[in-house]
């Protein structure tokens, strides 16, 4: 895709795995948005109490090519915090957070990857979703969606029983692993083991560095959400930009096998209300 996640989501996308100095840039930028388009590449520098070579390393890592390319896409970002400062509801707020992570989620993830990650589950021996928390919600809720499709699947949230389970995945089979942080070691432990059995991984995480990343095959993301949100508890906004990159690849799945998920679904529905009349009679 050509369009890039907007400077702030950048920086709060990649903010743990900067180092120490590049932080201060990244906190100089997030507090100083209005100023950031006013300085020279020095001026920045001195203000961030770093190096030149640091800030320059800094803007590289966000993806921009030189001091003026970020100045400009900072720039565009006092516009968008105005508009939002001007609406205090909050279910105005909360609905124009969610199209904006779920906008900057879009961003983050290449077609081709998404598209290869189907393919993974389409020829999958076995597709375990695994996740731990408000994440395990998330990966119930895609695990019954491939399921209700004819994609036989399981879902593991518990944390014992993903240690076990992982035991028993090997070559041929795929694991899609949720964590918003891509740091739990409760979920990095089984990955790690699947992994080294030879089964296929698709992650799926806020952050473009993370542990778990390591052992993804291919890795997915999502928009970190607001910061103030993240500091005290995203709620919904967690569950629901995760969700929307899974059912992305639900999506892609059922645009290729359009008939058969009809025809699933409706069989899965007629045993529903079967099972709805015979509780009445």
Request: aromatic residues 8%.
């Amino acid at each position: 895709m050509n369009k890039k996640m907007s400077t702030d989501l950048l920086i709060k996308s990649n903010y743990k795995n900067l180092t120490k100095s590049e932080k201060k840039a990244a906190d100089y930028t997030l507090n100083n948005i209005n100023k950031i388009y006013t300085l020279t590449l020095r001026q920045f520098s001195n203000n961030s109490g770093i190096g030149e070579a640091t800030t320059m390393r800094f803007i590289k890592k966000l993806g921009y090519a030189n001091f003026a390319e970020f100045k400009m896409a900072v720039a565009a970002l006092p516009l968008k915090d105005k508009e939002q400062s001007d609406n205090h509801d909050p279910m105005m707020e909360f609905q124009n957070d969610i199209n904006e992570i779920t906008n900057q989620t879009l961003l983050a993830n290449d077609r081709s990857l998404l598209e290869k990650a189907v393919d993974y589950i389409e020829d999958a021996n076995h597709l375990v979703f695994m996740g731990h928390g408000t994440s395990g919600y998330v990966a119930q809720m895609i695990a019954y969606f491939f399921n209700r499709a004819g994609r036989e699947c399981e879902d593991v949230t518990d944390i014992h029983y993903s240690e076990i389970r992982s035991v028993f995945l090997k070559e041929g089979d795929v694991l899609v692993a949720i964590s918003w942080s891509g740091d739990n070691v409760d979920i990095i432990g089984p990955v790690k083991r699947a992994k080294e059995n030879g089964c296929k991984i698709i992650t799926v995480t806020a952050y473009k560095t993370t542990m778990l990343q390591e052992f993804a095959d291919i890795p997915l993301f999502h928009s970190p959400g607001p910061l103030e949100h993240r500091i005290y508890g995203a709620g919904m906004r967690n569950v629901m930009t995760q969700q929307f990159v899974v059912e992305l690849l639900y999506i892609i799945y059922k645009q290729r096998h359009l008939e058969e998920v009809i025809n699933n679904q409706e069989l899965t529905a007629i045993s529903t209300a079967d099972h709805h009349t015979i509780l009445k009679g």
